[in-house]
């Protein structure tokens, strides 16, 4: 078992910057890539960002690419999604997940462990 949580929720204004983190505990040597996903109101679970150890690379949402940035201290331990530029269309809660996949998958069916979530807000 992997326990994730997640912390950084907060409510900012267009432009405005949030840095998100995920703390893992438990039987982190199982996970090879986290990622970040999100739910807004009314819409399906997105994918954000994603980052592998093992393959040594991260991936990005369309979305969200050149404004978000996702990373890592001390690898399994604690992943950041740090959000510059934001806008009202990134309001949703924000989930962390992680995987034994060695690839960063985009792919919410690809993840075994998921946190409880924390909202971020953006107003207009």
């Known amino acids: 078992q992997v326990q994730l949580v997640e912390s950084g929720a907060g409510l900012v204004q267009a432009g405005g910057s949030l840095r998100l983190s995920c703390a893992a505990s438990g039987r982190t040597s199982s996970t090879y890539a986290v990622a970040w996903f999100r739910r807004a109101p009314g819409k399906e679970r997105e994918v954000v960002a994603a980052?592998?150890?093992?393959?040594?690379?991260?991936t990005y949402a369309d979305s969200v690419k050149g404004r978000f940035t996702i990373s890592s201290i001390n690898r399994k331990v604690t992943v950041y999604l740090q959000m510059t530029s934001l806008q009202p269309e990134d309001t949703a809660v924000y989930y962390c997940?992680?995987?034994?996949?060695?690839?960063?998958?985009?792919?919410?069916?690809?993840?075994?462990?998921w946190g409880q979530g924390t909202q971020v807000t953006v107003s207009s």
């Open positions: 997940a992680t995987t034994g996949l060695s690839i960063p998958a985009m792919n919410s069916h690809d993840y075994d462990y």
């Open positions: 980052i592998s150890w093992s393959a040594g690379s991260t």
